[in-house]
């Protein structure tokens, strides 16, 4: 038997807002979709094809912020030009912690999810 790892999801709370955020922060763009009567699900693919998706989990009926306990967890994607990923980041105002000597940073989504930025290994 062997397992695959398929996709991660994060709930939001604005749909429109985490979809525009995750194309312009990281350009991921929708695979899919399945919507229901009390939920939207919205699969995220990257540009390099990756089988891996992120699922964005909107439900109709939530008005309040998520509780993501202390931000201990988190999502991180490789860039090849990090230069450039953080000056993108710089300029929409999301980076929310660096480290330099790790040669690594932090991003946070609209609904407080923080995603890490590593440059590609070499």
Not at 1 to 13: A, E, Q, R
Not at 60 to 67: E, K, M, N, V
Not at 94 to 114: A, H, V
Request: glycine share 6%; charged share 25%.
């Amino acid at each position: 038997m062997t397992f695959v790892f398929d996709h991660n999801s994060i709930n939001v709370l604005d749909l429109h807002k985490s979809l525009d955020f995750y194309q312009k922060a990281l350009g991921l763009q929708e695979v899919r979709r399945k919507e229901t009567d009390g939920f939207i699900l919205v699969f995220l693919g990257d540009a390099a094809g990756s089988p891996h998706t992120l699922e964005l989990t909107w439900l109709r009926d939530r008005t309040q912020a998520y509780d993501l306990g202390e931000c201990e967890y988190h999502l991180a994607f490789t860039v090849d030009d990090i230069e450039s990923a953080h000056e993108l980041h710089q300029q929409m105002g999301c980076i929310s912690y660096e480290n330099p000597d790790m040669g690594i940073y932090f991003i946070t989504d609209p609904d407080g999810y923080w995603i890490e930025i590593v440059p590609k290994r070499k």
